[in-house]
Structure formats: C-alpha cells, structure tokens
C-alpha cells in the first residue's frame, strides 16, 4: 500500500471516529429533553441509550457485509451518505434513527 493511501485511510477513519463521538454527544445531550418531553424516568431514559447503541451494533454488522459483498470503497461512500442524510433527516425524530447511518461508517 502507498503512502498516500494509507493517510488517506487514517483520515477516513479519524473521520468516521468524529462523527461516532459527534453522534453519541448528541444522544447524551438530547437526554434531558427526552426525558422531559415523554416524561421518562431515570430507569427508562437508559433505554433510549441501549436502543441506541443495539441499532448501532447492527447497523455496523450490516455495513460489514455490505463491505464484503460490494466492495470496501462502496461501502465506506454508502454509509457516509447514509449518516448525512440520516443526520439531516431526523431532526425532530428519535435518535435510533441516526445510529443506522453511523454504525455503517
């Protein structure tokens, strides 16, 4: 491999890396808002934390094998299109939502 496509992966990676942190901020933020809006309590709220991070796990299991069976780079430009759109989409919808899109990243 290149150097210059091993940067090249490194700076995918750190990017993927950032917009799972950006995205688990966000859910954490949201939090208060959430609980206050659907009156959760503190043993309910944590669901909205599982649920979040279970549909990241699969989203990721999914983004694996659509790595395999299309190829790397399809796979990489598929769910970077899908956070984006995932993350403008669902401004005002449940945060699930947007852990599809990261966990294929």
Do not use: H
């Not at 942190?21 to 503190?42: E, G, M, Y």
């Not at 043993?43 to 990721?60: I, P, R």
């Not at 299309?70 to 852990?99: H, I, K, M, R």
Request: aromatic share 12%; hydrophobic share 55%; with cysteine.
């Amino acid at each position: 491999m290149s150097e210059q496509k091993r940067w090249l992966a490194f700076y995918l990676l750190c990017a993927g890396e950032l917009m799972i942190v950006l995205d688990t901020t966000i859910v954490n933020v949201a939090l208060p808002s959430i609980q206050a809006d659907l009156r959760f309590s503190d043993t309910a709220l944590v669901w909205v934390v599982n649920a979040y991070m279970v549909t990241y796990g699969e989203a990721l299991t999914g983004g694996y094998q659509l790595a395999f069976a299309a190829g790397a780079a399809f796979a990489a430009l598929a769910a970077l299109l899908g956070f984006f759109l995932f993350s403008t989409a669902s401004e005002n919808s449940a945060p699930v939502v947007d852990s599809t899109g990261a966990g294929s990243s």
